[in-house]
């Protein structure tokens, strides 16, 4: 069967790598730590997604979403070397990627945005030891919605499982933070809007109201 992939030369690949690809460095790095919480294996893990990245480049239809692309090796990578040490060893075939561009149109899908809630105000150090204290299914999760932005549709893809497992994971994710974070938060002035609306439609409007 015949190679249909398209051919690039050696300057169109360095053009597109440094374009499209090196801009999220960053953005793997932070994601990688938050795996892996080691800088070292972080860093390796970076190294390892550009060079599949570049390895497979053939297969990246220019001008998508690279990063979404970048963000589907580097987890596939986390999983194929780093799982291992905790004893879970399933391995991923690295030529998925081909076919990453090959689905659905995408949809853009409501949800409680935890960035709105928590990470806008509250960036500290309590907030990331309690985001680290997640199990790491519902860690990736929160990182690639709440502060990568990615759709859920796009978290699908990148993490192979069916939307609704996505939003699953997002929901529990949230409310492990919303425990962990309750007293920190109330401590910062953070006002649980939920609760608040609950009381307000408990108040007896007729309460206000004279003779």
Known sequence: MADNRKKLSKEKKQQIFENEFLPHIDALYNFAFHLTYNEVDANDLVQETYLKAFRFIE??????????????????AFINEYRKRVKQPTKVDYEEIINYHESEEETHLGSLDLRQEVF?????????????ALPVDFRTAVLLCDVEGFTYEEIAKI????????????????NMLKDML???????????????ESEQENQNPKDNESE
């Open 59 to 76: 297969s990246y239809d220019e001008g998508t979403n690279a990063k979404a692309w970048l963000f589907k090796i580097l987890k596939n």
């Open 159 to 174: 993490v192979d499982i069916p939307i609704g497992t996505v939003r699953s994971r997002l929901h529990r994710a949230r």
């Open 182 to 196: 309750k007293e920190y938060a109330q401590k910062r002035g953070y006002e649980d809007t939920e609760e608040s």
């Open 120 to 132: 806008q105000g509250m960036i500290g150090d309590e907030v990331t030891k309690s985001l680290n």
